[in-house]
């Protein structure tokens, strides 16, 4: 292995080790999408291979194929056959087979010593021929999934380990934070569910519903533009024709977009690949083809496809929170109301397996009310979140009879005559001190004048700096609050002009 083992891998690995020798042969791992599973396959396929045993790694499709050669040659793991049609690396005489389960399932099962299951929440009837099979009685297989939820999956498996998950990660620093933007709320009324999911042709024509007078569609570029306007963006889309409405009205607005679904050619896919990564294309609009392994550097996300499954939702984001060079956080962009409606990422988590009594969602603890989106910016925040971090909007608890104006609350009286309760929070002075700091570096970073980081301040604190505050005022880089206020007061701006300039 050229790579050290991160110490949670270290540790599954040994859980895995000591789970096989008191007997369980049919394990599932849980780890957080970018826990970086394929490098702890590599190490059980290492650490066989010097025994001079034969080892199985099962993927569910084949553009994970070429995924995993390239992971396991970062390692110095070569001797490497591939089982997946008539592919160049054939060679069924090397003692570690990469293989195509569709492949597999058409042909016999190949010997192995330990059998892994890539994205084992994905089982096909090939996985459960295989495991069925007397000749595997005792071989270990092990599924790898970032979502192991999947109904009936405890019939299968003996045991979960979880060796991470995504808070676990975001805390610890190997997994980027992420920030999401409620920025539009579809009207789903009418369509129909079935098997726990939204109806994809139903789905895809309410997405739609408004195509041709530009209003949700149209808004997706709007928001992508307003509130990124940058490269590596995924688009993820209900079916074929959302998608292409969608790079449609991408490339109108002077935007590099791509498009990939389950028929877009290997070649054509590779190409993409390298042509997000340069920047020739900013944007990819993707049908359920960018969501299992893939490894891309991603920075922002627009959720366009409304889904009611937790592995689908989970599967979606995680694909944004790798960190790469110069990235702060992700950027998720929810048009699909899925945030408000399953919960951040970072709570949804199961710690047994689904035995068929019911599907994982009507088994869900909820362990934290739901998020709310910001009224002023439309950033999601916890339930208990006071204070909103990108705008500074303060939310009031709510309370009945109560009206919140001017910074006040007040109390309404039957005959409408109202009462002051109570003034808003006051700022402590090194608060204020520190936001007119900020501001005042934002003004030599635009090049602008003092009086614009006076007007923005009287807007966040409802007053004029005073001269205690400019005294102890230097300019600094804004941080990320900072930044996020100024640019959610910008765009607040421009949608004012707009309204107005409709109206005139």
């Not at 859980?15 to 059980?44: E, H, P, W, Y």
């Not at 790694?57 to 995924?67: A, G, K, M, N, S």
């Not at 195509?100 to 010997?111: D, G, H, K």
């Not at 939820?149 to 997994?175: H, K, P």
């Amino acid at each position: 292995m050229n790579r050290e083992l991160r110490p949670y891998q270290a540790d599954a690995l040994q859980a895995l080790r000591d789970s096989v020798r008191q007997g369980v042969r049919r394990i599932m791992l849980q780890a957080a999408t970018g826990s970086g599973k394929t490098l702890l396959a590599a190490a059980i396929a290492e650490g066989a291979y010097r025994k001079g045993k034969p080892v199985a790694f099962v993927v569910p499709r084949i553009d994970l194929i070429e995924q995993t050669l390239e992971e396991f040659g970062k390692e110095g793991i070569t001797d490497v056959g591939v089982m997946q049609a008539d592919h160049l690396m054939t060679d069924a005489g090397k003692p570690i087979q990469i293989c195509s389960i569709q492949t597999v399932s058409r042909r016999s099962f190949p010997q192995a010593s330990v059998v892994l299951f890539d994205e084992g929440h994905e089982l096909h009837k090939g996985h459960l021929l295989w495991m069925a099979d007397p000749a595997f009685a005792r071989v270990p297989f092990i599924g790898l999934s970032a979502t192991p939820w999947t109904r009936g999956l405890g019939q299968y498996f003996e045991s979960l380990l979880v060796m991470a998950t995504t808070a676990d990660l975001i805390a610890q620093g190997y997994l980027s934070d992420f920030r999401v933007f409620a920025v539009s709320h579809p009207d789903l009324h009418g369509v129909k569910i079935t098997g726990g999911e939204y109806q994809t042709d139903q789905l895809s024509h309410a997405m739609q519903a408004d195509t041709q007078t530009g209003g949700l569609t149209a808004d997706i570029v709007r928001t992508w533009q307003d509130r990124w306007g940058q490269d590596k963006t995924l688009v993820f889309a209900v079916d074929r024709p959302h998608a292409a409405a969608l790079q449609q009205r991408f490339q109108e607005a002077g935007i590099t977009c791509g498009y990939q679904d389950h028929k877009t050619p290997m070649a054509e896919r590779r190409k993409l690949k390298q042509q997000f990564h340069s920047g020739e294309v900013r944007v990819i609009c993707n049908v359920d083809t960018l969501t299992l392994g893939v490894d891309w550097d991603v920075r922002c996300l627009s959720l366009c496809r409304p889904t009611r499954s937790e592995i689908r939702y989970v599967q979606i984001v995680g694909r944004a929170l790798r960190r790469a060079e110069g990235k702060q956080d992700a950027m998720i962009l929810d048009h699909s109301d899925t945030t408000a409606r399953l919960g951040f990422v970072t709570d949804i988590h199961h710690d047994h397996l689904n035995c068929g009594t019911g599907d994982m969602e009507g088994e869900r603890v909820r362990h934290k009310p739901l998020p709310k989106d910001c009224p002023e910016c439309t950033y999601m925040m916890s339930a208990g979140m006071r204070v909103c971090p990108n705008c500074g909007f303060e939310r009031k608890a709510k309370q009945s009879g109560y009206h919140e104006a001017d910074g006040e609350l007040t109390e309404y009286t039957r005959d409408h005559q109202p009462i002051k309760l109570t003034k808003k929070r006051e700022y402590s002075m090194a608060e204020k001190v520190e936001w007119y700091c900020q501001l005042l570096g934002a003004v030599e970073m635009r090049g602008g004048k003092r009086g614009w980081a006076d007007h923005t301040y009287k807007a966040k604190f409802g007053c004029w700096p005073d001269w205690r505050v400019k005294q102890q005022a230097t300019p600094v880089i804004p941080g990320a609050t900072v930044r996020s206020y100024i640019r959610s007061r910008a765009i607040a701006y421009r949608a004012k002009m707009e309204r107005e300039g409709a109206r005139a």
